[in-house]
């Protein structure tokens, strides 16, 4: 049934939230990098070289010991893949990430622009049906695909759907695109730094749009360790296409247990009746009693004696 009717029919709807979850993300950017160390303690010091060991060996293992060298610069440069809501780009931006990590360089600066065309067809052909009434749906309701990036890009901040850092990065990420998808000679002597620009641009733009942890309008401020939806948001076209069918609905005390298939929920059954504003949430979730946290699946004996 539709995510709206099942909630529907939730008794304690009123006190639960959309927990924005995603465990799409990659750090070790971070401790690949150059720090410093001199104020550090010996036992942290010793557990950041055992991090960087570790993460070598990680990156040995996934591409290679040929070159591994040159292989950790280009992971390094291109930085950390931000915690995002799985959705259809995470794929192919890492095929992208691991092209210029092998140091094909043309692949990624031509995968990456691909991708954040792709990114803008798949926004405006999700989001247009929500904006009939307004001038813009005129322009893009008969095609099935965008090549001029102007296009989506007006409508869709238009219609408050992109952000306005990642409209930047989407008209930053045009030029680029057009510059090296169209014959230029000049392409082979920044081709690196090209394909670094364009992977760098892409990364903002997932990470802005797509985010699950992060400070967003759709966010409820001041939680901590978790993100969770407004409740004016659950509504919203972008939220409501992307993050809602993925987002967990919890109440303060709900926790998780990794299995062999993945990420487990648990929850109370019943938080009472009544609706709490979003402030009320996260004050019930930041002061909650670790306690009463539940962290295994429920039993029928134990719903029978809540």
Request: net charge negative; proline share 5%; glycine share 6%.
């Amino acid at each position: 049934m539709p995510i709206s009717e099942g909630k529907s029919r939730i008794p304690d709807a009123g006190r639960r939230r959309h927990l924005s979850w995603s465990f799409d993300f990659d750090s070790r950017a971070l401790t690949m990098g150059e720090v410093a160390l001199d104020d550090w303690e010996p036992e942290r010091l010793e557990m950041h070289r055992l991090n960087q060991a570790s993460h070598r060996e990680s990156m040995i293992h996934e591409f290679g010991e040929h070159s591994i060298d040159a292989k950790i610069e280009n992971f390094i440069a291109i930085g950390t893949k931000p915690f995002s809501v799985l959705s259809y780009h995470n794929a192919f931006n890492q095929q992208v990430r691991s092209a210029f990590v092998m140091g094909y360089y043309y692949p990624a600066l031509v995968g990456a622009c691909a991708l954040g065309e792709r990114i803008l067809n798949h926004l405006i052909l999700d989001m247009r049906d929500y904006f009939k009434s307004t001038p813009q749906y005129r322009h893009v309701y008969r095609k099935n695909s965008f090549d001029n990036w102007d296009m989506p890009i007006d409508a869709l901040e238009a219609w408050s759907i992109l952000l306005p850092e990642a409209v930047k990065e989407f008209r930053a990420l045009k030029a680029l695109r057009h510059r090296s998808i169209h014959f230029n000679v000049s392409t082979y002597s920044t081709l690196r730094d090209d394909a670094l620009a364009a992977i760098q641009h892409l990364r903002t733009i997932i990470e802005q749009q797509f985010g699950s942890f992060a400070q967003r309008p759709w966010f409820i401020s001041g939680t901590l360790g978790h993100c969770f939806i407004r409740k004016a948001y659950e509504d919203h076209p972008f939220v409501a296409t992307y993050f809602i069918p993925r987002c967990p609905f919890v109440g303060p005390l709900f926790g998780m247990g990794l299995t062999e298939e993945g990420w487990e929920f648990y929850d109370q059954p019943d938080y009472g009746d009544g609706d709490w504003t979003d402030e009320e949430f996260a004050v019930a979730y930041n002061e909650r009693d670790q306690t009463k946290v539940v962290t295994e699946k429920p039993t029928i004996e134990r719903l029978n004696a809540v």
